[in-house]
């Protein structure tokens, strides 16, 4: 989508907008069996569709189009590409449709722009979810047909040129910050550095527009003094080279406003000392010339330790390849060079664009030549494609993702040579989960150059790394904190998940067992399905997770397998405190008090038989019946005659089934919440509802609430527990007062 909008300013004169013809001859200089009827077809339907409508700035909206054109055929992209930049607006902002595309101009044209089309509601929100939803969208239209993302990009492009008409200033900070965060580093990995470092300036200026300022007067200063040292060093360059018989172009390359920024920030410089080093690139015919240029340039001058990098022979994961050197050149300053081929000139400007090339009389992507230009670029959209199968939700994959994005890049290998990309900071698990994600699940050791290491060592440049394989495939506490690359940790999420699901599933099943036991019923995962129904779940294993995880009660799986019996619970509900009443009254004794006295259990201490307890008189309700240590006792100290001392009757001791709260802490380990299970109900105890209370790397904490018979039996399951390997402590706990309280 692009930015409209309505003003009173004068639209710009026809002529300014190149005709269709202008687009024609563009294409045709680097395709000249360029289709021009169709290319001004798409160009009169898209003036058309745009008419009434114009832009912030009063530009006709038909300009944007255009200017978008014009910008994919700099980078020489296909006919249907650029049908596409003149259309890719009309199915959204005007009466124009998918439909009518395709019998006009082609199916495929079509699909282009509905992918173009899905991905326009990105700028219409600000929330970082949409922003996290319209990703995923994004990489998935991408993996399908790169073309949408290089339509994308040229779009985003001509608006940000244009950003400065958009009236609200929060509004063109949200678009510049969004630029910076997805738009360039997704240009930039896919190799097309001529839009990347533009988006970026353009973001800077509007995010940081003094600091933008101040580089670029300064620029203008260093230009002003060195343009002249600049052209003497280029030449003296330039000769050495031909004094070689190097053949070699030389011209110098000025630094980018958010570049000089970046190097502020990162390296901690001066700005003076990064305007005192040149830079220059230098173009020739061969690979083997830049080898040969590198040893001219090195006998010459002497070079700067640790900076020099071979991407030729260890091509960038976007297909860059270049040589870098930095040498004290002539008047003793330093001198930034990059050597490369014209063809590794047009992959770094260009990336993925620089291989639409003529084959079999048409002009298409040539997927042969990216790959024997040292890898196809599409390959960087792999990981993306990765972390959104890992599952999660968006913003978990925006930060994913990120992590990818933004990463200097460091080079290691398997031991049978295979070259591993990683970001600056990887670890050996990193790399295991990037090789495969299912050698990372297993990893419990790694090797770094023949030496064991720990699985948190940041590699470094030219490591060769093994990776020790172990028989489980469960994430131990922590390791989502000992990688740094968002395929791992979405992979380890995941894991972590799925073994979640699993421990919640197999307290849940124990939970249902138990239950149907309770009502002399016999239980199958078959006999389940009128039950899932009701409650509507897909599965038993949906039912037992959500059961172990308290979202749903054994009382409620009873519900919806007996249906009959959700009436009776009906109405015991309606007679529930009578019957708390008439157990209060059987099973709790006390001098002086008469039949007709109302007894109840206090929910804030859960009373079990066998503790001691004491009876405290509630006007209009009767007596309330508290353990001795209480703590709501408090507010009745200075109010001694509402108490009465309070007894279990014989029949508490051997007919009670009451409800006592566990609390318990445990190793966040597999088959911790099932060793919990077994052990109550080895202890004849039933657990009736699950709290997660608190949950950590480390640790996690829970409540049960268990059926018991008294606080004898109570407290003989937590010495069970406390048995327990995989428990750290377990204590009985009180029930909180919004808690029901125990029948």
């Not at 031991?415 to 591993?420: A, E, F």
């Not at 009502?519 to 997770?545: I, Q, V």
């Amino acid at each position: 989508m692009s930015l409209t909008g309505t003003t009173a300013t004068a639209s710009p004169p026809a002529s300014a907008i190149p005709s269709a013809q202008d687009l024609v001859e563009r294409v045709r200089k680097y395709d000249p069996s360029a289709d021009a009827g169709l290319i001004e077809r798409a160009y009169d339907f898209s003036r058309e569709m745009h008419a009434p409508q114009t832009r912030y700035s009063g530009e006709p909206y038909h300009g944007h189009v255009v200017a978008v054109a014009m910008i994919l055929a700099d980078l020489r992209m296909d006919v249907p590409t650029l049908c596409t930049g003149l259309l890719h607006d009309t199915v959204e902002d005007t009466p124009a449709t998918l439909d009518q595309l395709s019998r006009e101009f082609s199916p495929e044209i079509a699909a282009l722009v509905d992918g173009v089309t899905k991905l326009g509601k990105m700028e219409l929100s600000s929330k970082r979810t949409k922003q996290a939803e319209n990703l995923q969208k994004l990489v998935v239209a991408i993996s399908t047909d790169v073309r949408v993302l290089i339509v994308k990009l040229a779009d985003r492009l001509h608006n940000m040129r244009t950003l400065n008409h958009i009236p609200r200033p929060e509004k063109r900070e949200r678009i510049a910050m969004e630029t910076l965060e997805i738009y360039a580093p997704l240009a930039r990995r896919m190799g097309i550095n001529r839009i990347c470092v533009e988006l970026e300036d353009l973001a800077f200026r509007h995010l940081n527009p003094a600091a933008h300022e101040s580089i670029t007067r300064r620029m203008v200063d260093v230009r002003a003094k060195q343009g002249e040292a600049v052209a003497e060093v280029s030449a003296e360059i330039a000769a050495k080279l031909l004094d070689a018989g190097v053949d070699a172009r030389v011209f110098g390359r000025e630094k980018r406003p958010y570049s000089i920024w970046r190097k502020l920030e990162r390296k901690g410089l001066t700005f003076e000392e990064i305007a005192d080093i040149y830079a220059f690139r230098i173009i020739v015919p061969e690979p083997d010339d830049c080898y040969r240029a590198l040893g001219v340039i090195h006998q010459t001058w002497r070079s700067v330790p640790e900076r020099f990098h071979d991407y030729i022979s260890t091509p960038k994961p976007n297909n860059y390849r270049s040589l870098h050197t930095t040498v004290i050149g002539p008047g003793n300053v330093r001198v930034e060079l990059q050597i490369r081929t014209e063809e590794m000139e047009r992959v770094a400007e260009r990336g993925v664009a620089a291989h639409w090339r003529y084959k079999d009389q048409a002009y298409r992507y040539d997927a042969a030549s990216a790959r024997a230009a040292g890898g196809d670029p599409l390959d960087r959209l792999r990981p993306f494609m990765e972390i959104l199968e890992q599952g999660g939700d968006p913003e978990d994959f925006l930060e994913h993702a990120k992590l990818e994005m933004f990463s200097d890049q460091v080079y290691c290998f398997t031991p049978k040579g295979d070259l591993i990309a990683l970001p600056s900071g990887a670890t050996a698990l990193d790399f295991a989960y990037a090789v495969h994600t299912e050698l990372g699940h297993a990893c419990v050791g790694a090797k770094i150059n023949g030496r064991e290491r720990p699985l948190r060592t940041i590699l470094r440049n030219g490591d060769v790394v093994q990776i020790v394989r172990g028989g489980t495939r469960q994430p131990p506490p922590g390791w989502e904190e000992l990688v740094v690359t968002g395929r791992a940790k979405a992979a380890i999420r995941r894991l972590i998940r799925a073994s979640e699901r699993d421990e919640f599933s197999r307290i849940g099943r124990i939970m249902a067992e138990h239950a149907f036991r309770r009502e002399g019923k016999s239980f199958r995962d078959d006999n389940l399905s009128d039950a899932l129904a009701r409650l509507e779940l897909d599965t038993p294993e949906t039912l037992f997770e959500a059961m172990g995880r308290g979202r749903i009660s054994s009382a409620e799986l009873l519900d919806a397998a007996f249906p009959g019996r959700k009436d009776e619970r009906r109405e015991q509900t309606s007679a529930r405190q009578l019957i708390r009443d008439d157990k209060a009254r059987l099973y709790v004794r006390g001098r002086g008090l008469t039949q007709g006295v109302s007894l109840h259990f206090a929910a804030c201490c859960s009373p079990l038989p066998g503790d001691r307890i004491v009876g405290v008189l509630i006007p209009e309700r009767g007596v309330e019946i508290h353990t001795i240590d209480c703590e709501r006792l408090q507010e009745f100290e200075n109010d001694p005659d509402r108490w009465t001392d309070l007894a279990w009757t014989p029949e508490a001791e051997t007919s009670a089934v009451s409800i006592g709260r566990i609390h318990a802490v445990m190793h966040n380990e597999p088959g911790a919440l099932a060793e919990i299970a077994r052990t109550v109900g080895e202890n004849r105890g039933n657990i009736a509802n699950v709290k997660t209370v608190k949950r950590a790397t480390d640790f996690f904490e829970m409540a049960f609430d268990v059926e018991v018979f008294d606080v004898r039996h109570l407290n003989n399951i937590v010495a069970a527990l406390k048995m327990c390997e995989s428990v750290v402590d377990a204590e009985r706990a009180r029930l909180e007062h919004e808690d029901e309280p125990p029948a």
